[in-house]
């Protein structure tokens, strides 16, 4: 079982910056997959950032150039560096984990999610 806290959001002004946390209860953090996922009010969650357990990333293309995910496997933690922010990227942000099994699907971990408020 993998429990998922995160922190950080807040209100910004556009063009400003945060940094999401999110720290993860689990002996197994190390082999797991990561995301950061966005949900705004009346849309669908989509991925904004992901970080496989080999370091490697992916961004959606609205992330790319502006956030920057990335893991501290000592502090079972994953971030999300968030720049240049834009009203656009107002939701709540939710960090997934997805853990491997043999022959068989992820089990896949979500976060309560963390609201970001970007507004002058």
């Known amino acids: 079982q993998v429990q998922l806290v995160e922190s950080g959001g807040g209100l910004v002004q556009p063009g400003g910056s945060l940094r999401l946390s999110c720290s993860a209860s689990t002996n197994i953090f190390s082999i797991l997959a990561l995301g950061w996922y966005r949900q705004a009010p009346g849309k669908q969650r989509e991925l904004v950032a992901t970080i496989a357990n080999t370091g490697n990333t992916d961004y959606a293309d609205s992330a790319k150039g502006r956030f920057t995910i990335s893991r501290d496997n000592a502090k079972n933690t994953v971030y999300l560096q968030m720049n240049n922010l834009e009203p656009e990227d107002t939701a709540v942000y939710h960090c997934?984990?997805?853990?491997?099994?043999?022959?068989?699907?992820?089990?896949?971990?979500w976060g309560q999610g963390t609201q970001v408020t970007v507004s002058s």
């Open positions: 997934n984990a997805r853990e491997p099994r043999i022959g068989a699907p992820w089990n896949d971990y």
